[in-house]
RNA sequence: GGGCCCGUAGCUCAGUGGUAGAGCAUCUGACUUUUAAUCAGAGGGUCACUGGUUCGAUCCCAGUCGGGCUCACCA
């Protein structure tokens, strides 16, 4: 689609910030001439993916998109998988660990699948649960694996380069390095063509002609191997390089553990005669006490958590925002995310400068095509207050309550809302509910309450929240409830309800009781105050 | 030590080169048969500090102080 050029004016000023990233690969691509645009971002093959994974690919698509709006050059996204490294320890949460033990140091694409099925290897496996995670969230991706990639000969000729630069590529690496594991090292890591294992060995002879390196076998013996072809592979560091260099990648971003790393990288990749990528280093996130979310610790949210409670939107809007930035990621700020993006989904279409609209986080979000937004301004705030209040995991008495304040809401014309109505329940279902704590009846209560079920069992089904209403007022005009009016006249104390709120819905404050048993149901509230006079409630 | 980020109301945080903002909390008032997904309002900030640029700086620049994170032969 062509861009108004009123818009890419804008996106040439914006300062949000994947505009800014995009400027600088437009301004990279001006200089090489190139005519096409590769964006890449990778994966370590041992972690699942996780919510780093969704924020590193949701960010590296808003830049792909303000990209689109300041060229018309083509772009890619390649997701690139390192399923070629070994297996240097088994991990934790497979089925059958000692079964794995044979294949250590082996390439994860030779790891027989733990999960069994019908992938090739534990490394397909892990592909497979990346490209559905991906897929999940329809991000426009090209899947890439390191196995096929070596086996296929597509990085031989950049194999061949680096040898020829072998002393090159040594001289970055080494005062990287320890003194014991310089004594050792070599970019060049050999497949044992014996045992299959992953070898981290000194190189004894590399021949560039030849297309070769020479180190001692596992069996002590000399063994001379072809670099090509998935015989070898490159070490991290010059790995990254490389399939810089030899995939002509323009931007990779990557966590801030990476940023001291990132120069050699770089480096390595200039060795092999290409220009570095852009770059952007982004923050990792924090738990609730400041704390580094990490997976071994399990602090912190998982991305299945966010979503149990709360849309993919609101998660690429937290992702949207500040990305350098240190940000805590906990449940707290799940419903403001999800509110701040209605906001700013409502704004949108008011927007009319096309400046304000790029500055607006939907349009990133959604790739520069913000969907309409859904009338009405019912918060999730106020939809997870609504749950405590509705004490309900009925969907339809959460509506009930919803319609009575505002008729025009349906879950038809609302879906957007029906499905954060289904969020807060799960909501309530997790938080709320465990955290009740029901009062036990004492006698006069459990005799109150047996008079209130009785009255209300004169009463029939459907009646009004009023007529409800008062009936509930008359069986508690009782000692120790009464209290006198202004106008003389003997009413009832908020103790009354508060006995009921504590006894029959295990919180402190409740809705007005007559419209609570009006949508709840006469027979559901006498059967509630059987259980409760029972002490089932209490014991729960 | 190198690098990155942060410092704005009691708390959690928005924000912009032109009179400081929200949510929560606090307080006041109204209303309802004293129950709140009610309504109206209030208080509370040297925008860390110092200098510079500018007609004007919370914002830009430099420095200072304080805090957080990250990197050390793992990818």
């Known amino acids: 689609m062509p861009v108004s050029p009123a818009l890419r004016a804008a996106a040439l000023e914006s300062k949000a910030w994947p505009f800014e990233e995009a400027r600088k690969i437009l301004k990279r691509v001006e200089k090489s001439g190139q ?3 590769l964006f890449e971002t990778g994966y370590g093959p041992s972690g699942l993916p996780h919510i780093g994974t969704f924020g590193e690919v949701a960010r590296t698509t808003m830049v792909r998109r303000s990209f689109e709006l300041m060229s018309d050059l083509p772009t890619r996204l390649i997701c690139f998988s390192d399923d070629m490294d070994g297996m240097r320890k088994i991990p934790e949460n497979v089925p059958d660990r000692k079964a794995l033990e044979p294949y250590l140091q082996m390439p994860l694409t030779k790891v027989p699948n733990p999960f069994g099925g019908n992938y090739e290897s534990f490394g397909h496996h892990n592909n497979a649960m990346l490209r559905r995670f991906l897929d999940t969230y329809k ?3 090209e899947f890439a694996s390191a196995t096929d990639y070596y086996t296929s000969g597509r990085f031989d000729d950049t194999l061949i380069k680096a040898l020829e630069k072998y002393d090159d590529i040594m001289a970055v690496m080494l005062p990287t390095l320890g003194e014991e594991r310089q004594a050792t090292y070599s970019p060049f890591l050999p497949i044992s063509p014996t045992s299959g ?7 004894k002879d590399v021949n560039a002609k030849q297309g070769t390196i020479t180190f001692a076998g596992e069996d002590g013996a000399d063994v001379t191997l072809d670099v090509r072809g998935g015989r070898t592979k490159l070490q991290w560091k010059p790995d990254f390089g490389m399939r810089w260099a030899a995939l002509d990648v323009d931007f990779e971003m990557f966590g801030k553990d990476h940023q001291t790393n990132a ?5 390595i990749c200039e060795i092999l005669g290409k220009p570095a990528p852009e770059h952007y280093v982004y923050e990792l996130f924090l738990d609730e006490s400041g704390q580094k979310i990490s997976k071994s610790k399990g602090n912190g949210l998982t991305i299945d958590e966010w979503l149990t409670y709360a849309d993919t939107e609101s998660l690429a809007l937290y992702m949207y925002n500040r990305p350098r930035e240190a940000k805590k990621l906990y449940f707290d700020v799940i419903p403001r995310a999800v509110d701040e993006y209605a906001q700013f989904l409502a704004a949108y279409p008011k927007q009319a400068e096309a400046k304000d609209k790029l500055m607006n ?26 749950t405590t209040v509705a004490n309900t995991e009925d969907k339809a ?3 009930a309550f919803l319609k009575r304040y505002m008729p025009e809401l349906s879950p038809e014309t609302h879906p957007r809302l029906d499905k954060l109505v289904g969020f807060a329940i799960r909501y309530f279902q997790d938080f709320v509910k465990p955290a009740k704590k029901y009062k036990l009846a004492d006698d006069s209560e459990a005799k109150a309450l047996a008079d209130l079920a009785e009255a209300l069992g004169k009463l029939p089904e459907g009646s009004s929240p009023e007529e409800i209403q008062k009936i509930v007022y008359d069986v508690g005009r009782r000692e120790p409830y009464t209290t006198t009016q202004k106008d003389g006249t003997v009413g009832v ?3 009354w309800f508060n006995m009921l709120y504590q006894v029959l819905l295990g919180e402190e404050r409740g809705p007005r009781f007559g419209s609570f048993v009006a949508l709840y149901g006469i027979a559901n509230t006498r059967a509630l105050i059987e ?4 002490g089932q409630l209490a014991q729960e």
Not at 197 to 203: A, E, G, K, N, S
Not at 263 to 267: E, F, K, L, M, Q
Not at 531 to 534: D, Q, S, V
């Open 493 to 495: 104390a908020q103790g």
């Open 397 to 399: 008495v959460m509506w």
């Open 361 to 386: 986080p939907v349009w990133h979000i959604h790739g520069g095509h913000p969907p309409q937004p859904e009338s009405g301004n019912v918060t999730f705030a106020l939809l997870l207050n609504l």
């Open 197 to 203: 294992r992953v070898l981290y060995v000194p190189m």
């Open 531 to 534: 259980k409760a006079l029972k």
């Open 263 to 267: 120069p050699i990288y770089d480096r």
């Open 35 to 37: 005519k096409s645009v």
């Open 139 to 141: 991000f426009d991706y």
